[in-house]
């Protein structure tokens, strides 16, 4: 067994049929801030595990024996961490099966290993990379701590789809003046979306159109009202129930976020806001 | 920062940056489109109009199955019917003159971003998107922009847009905007409609409540018509203090000057109207005096001394008519007007002159 790979024991490990996602360790828990405790304070993304956690009991209650998916922890470059983080871990009772640590040079490498379905993190050039090699990728969003913050989760779960990447043809993009990153980017997140789609398939279906604890949102930056129902259509032909839908049409994406407020977000390259928004 | 955008739009050099960026793209994607669709203005410096798609098709029948059969079937109903147009609503005749306007613009000022914007804003479920887009693609509308909040309430989003005016058929969501601070209005659907002028855009406003603020209205409510002229004549020369639609009529004027600029007062595609219940003698100087202190222009005003308004919007033609009293815009329905109401004020508690037992919507 893998030195680096530490297993959760208070929680049950699952089939690998059940979907892995892979979110990474930054953010989740408080790195920067250096403690003397065994465990860690919550980070900007901690929410996201508990919503991740509120969702798949939401379900065990309406069919139990059905988990949504596994999630595991990658840490990057962690290795001194390793005690705090699996006390940490366990001192909240996250619902996290596996921490997998390893060095900057391996992160590729270690990612595919995982066969993670979906990588999440808060570091756009992480998202960028694993987009690359093929794993379908997306950013976190921070969300600030609320006062009093209690296991339950009120707002819906939001997941921001790309419209450009949905309905805009690469073509048509080179044209417009952005740079090579940004195009190789768009390119990746293009070839992994009908897997990214597969994987918000697979959360939405269980709920229904209304109040469902998981929200689908679309939206096109770049594209006009015609590229917006082509990417309307194609999320339909993936199966996905879309429930919100934004054509920006070069307005400007940074207070159209901030209203939506996504938990996680597709990484298109094509977004000016280096730093996602936290909720506010 | 254009004078034309709501006050709380806040300066922010990171987000101005990330603006440049976002706008720079779409601008450059835009522009080798090749096609004949004209690209949409700046946000920052156009007039944005945000309509619902209630006030912009007339969605009675959907209506009615998704409040008598749920969301489910009325979602199943749009994408069966999604090749099929929705037909044109309340707003429709307005949204095709802010367009006459805009091609009168772009020939005037080729590069200019100060035209009219307009964003279908609706609460509306995102799957209902594609027949919306079918249906403003088959009238040939020019809607770049769309907020589908799927559910959700549209306010936020408003802000976002930096809207100049909002219409929708919710006229709750049309008071919470107007307590954010953005004009808007409440539309109805009505059977009859005048024939309307292709040229030009005529928009008629009602006075107290609307453009003004209810200071006044809340004097003839309260003391009566006689304190109420005493009032307004020992006070002729303070201005009221804005109403929620001020700022709207600011922003036309703002267009308007464009093509007063260019020698075309005498055909400029774009007209106000004041039309109010008050009397240009006793009353009607301080509503002038208060409209110079602000700098801005009405085309007509029509002071009716109490007389109905709906025999004279008759006649004017407005492609839409503002007013805070329901029983005005039931009259002006009556002959054909297309009314929007501003719930704003206390006119809201009465109804012709006189109050409403039981507080609340008078719809």
């Known amino acids: 067994m893998d030195p680096n790979i530490i297993t959760n024991t208070d929680v049950v490990q699952l089939p690998s049929s059940v979907i892995v996602i892979a979110v990474s360790c930054h953010g989740i828990f408080d790195l920067d801030t250096p403690t003397e405790l065994d465990t860690l304070s919550k980070g900007p993304t901690f929410s996201f595990i508990k919503a991740i956690q509120a969702m798949n009991e939401k379900l065990t209650g309406k069919t139990p024996k059905v988990t949504l998916f596994d999630v595991i922890i990658l840490a990057k470059d962690l290795q001194g961490n390793q005690a705090k983080i699996e006390n940490s871990i366990k001192h909240y009772g996250l619902p996290i099966s596996r921490c997998w640590f390893f060095n900057n040079e391996e992160f590729t490498q270690s990612l595919k290993s995982t066969n993670a379905k979906l990588f999440l993190s808060m570091d756009s050039s992480d998202v960028c990379?694993?987009?690359?090699?093929?794993?379908?990728?997306?950013?976190?969003?921070?969300?600030?701590?609320?006062?009093?913050?209690?296991?339950?989760?009120?707002?819906?779960?939001?997941?921001?789809?790309?419209?450009?990447?949905?309905?805009?043809?690469?073509?048509?993009?080179?044209?417009?003046?952005?740079?090579?990153?940004?195009?190789?980017?768009?390119?990746?997140?293009?070839?992994?979306?009908?897997?990214?789609?597969?994987?918000?398939?697979?959360?939405?279906?269980?709920?229904?159109?209304?109040?469902?604890?998981?929200?689908?949102t679309l939206m096109s930056v770049l594209g006009s009202s015609k590229e917006w129902a082509s990417a309307l259509l194609t999320a339909r032909g993936l199966g996905l129930e879309v429930d919100e839908a934004y054509c920006l049409a070069g307005a400007s994406s940074g207070p159209i976020l901030n209203c939506i407020q996504p938990h996680i977000m597709c990484y298109d390259g094509l977004y000016s806001v280096t730093e996602v928004p936290a909720l506010s | 920062m254009s004078e034309i955008k709501p006050n709380d739009v806040v300066a922010d050099s990171a987000a101005d940056a990330g603006e440049e960026k976002d706008w720079a793209a779409a601008k450059a994607f835009f522009d080798n489109l090749k096609t004949k669709k004209p690209r949409p203005p700046k946000p920052r410096y156009a007039v944005t109009i945000a309509v619902s798609s209630r006030t912009l098709f007339n969605m009675t029948e959907e209506r009615k199955i998704y409040e008598e059969e749920g969301l489910e079937t009325y979602v199943a109903?749009?994408?069966?019917?999604?090749?099929?147009?929705?037909?044109?609503?309340?707003?429709?005749?307005?949204?095709?003159?802010?367009?006459?306007?805009?091609?009168?613009?772009?020939e005037l000022y080729p590069d200019s971003e100060e035209l009219f914007d307009i964003v279908l804003m609706t609460n509306n479920h995102?799957?209902?998107?594609?027949?919306?887009?079918?249906?403003?693609?088959?009238?040939?509308?020019?809607?770049?922009?769309?907020?589908?909040?799927?559910?959700?309430?549209?306010?936020?989003?408003?802000?976002?847009?930096?809207?100049?005016?909002?219409?929708?058929?919710?006229?709750?969501?049309?008071?919470?905007?107007?307590?954010?601070?953005?004009?808007?209005?409440t539309m109805f659907n009505s059977d009859t409609q005048n024939q309307l002028c292709e040229d030009q855009l005529r928009v008629a406003f009602d006075g107290d409540a609307v453009l003004f603020s209810d200071e006044s209205e809340i004097i003839v409510k309260k003391h009566g018509l006689d304190t109420f002229f005493e009032h307004e004549k020992e006070y002729e020369n303070k201005p009221l203090a804005q109403g929620p639609l001020k700022c709207f009529l600011e922003a036309l004027g703002k267009l308007q000057r464009k093509f007063y600029a260019k020698n075309e007062r005498m055909n400029c595609p774009i007209r106000t109207f004041l039309v109010t219940a008050r009397s240009a003698a006793s009353s009607g100087a301080r509503v002038l005096k208060t409209l110079r202190s602000w700098g801005l222009e009405i085309d007509e005003a029509l002071f009716l001394a109490g007389a109905p308004k709906g025999p004279l919007l008759q006649k004017i033609r407005p492609h839409i008519f503002f007013d805070d009293q329901m029983f005005h815009i039931e009259g002006a329905q009556e002959l054909g007007t297309i009314s929007a109401h501003v719930p704003y004020g206390i006119g809201q508690k009465y109804h012709k002159g006189k109050l409403i037992e039981k507080p609340g919507s008078k719809n």
Do not use: W
């Open chain 1, 129 to 216: 990379k694993a987009l690359q090699e093929g794993v379908p990728a997306a950013l976190l969003c921070p969300q600030t701590q609320a006062e009093g913050d209690k296991e339950q989760v009120a707002n819906p779960f939001k997941v921001l789809l790309s419209g450009d990447v949905m309905g805009l043809p690469e073509e048509k993009l080179s044209e417009a003046g952005l740079s090579q990153p940004q195009l190789q980017t768009f390119k990746a997140a293009k070839a992994s979306m009908a897997e990214f789609a597969a994987v918000i398939r697979e959360m939405r279906r269980h709920f229904a159109r209304e109040d469902s604890p998981l929200r689908v």
């Open chain 2, 77 to 106: 109903h749009h994408i069966a019917h999604e090749n099929e147009p929705l037909r044109p609503g309340a707003a429709f005749p307005f949204v095709k003159a802010l367009m006459t306007v805009n091609d009168k613009l772009r």
């Open chain 2, 126 to 185: 995102a799957q209902v998107g594609v027949r919306l887009i079918n249906s403003i693609n088959h009238y040939d509308l020019t809607i770049e922009r769309f907020c589908m909040t799927g559910g959700q309430s549209p306010i936020g989003y408003l802000k976002a847009y930096m809207t100049n005016l909002y219409l929708s058929k919710n006229s709750e969501t049309v008071t919470e905007a107007i307590e954010e601070g953005i004009a808007a209005a």
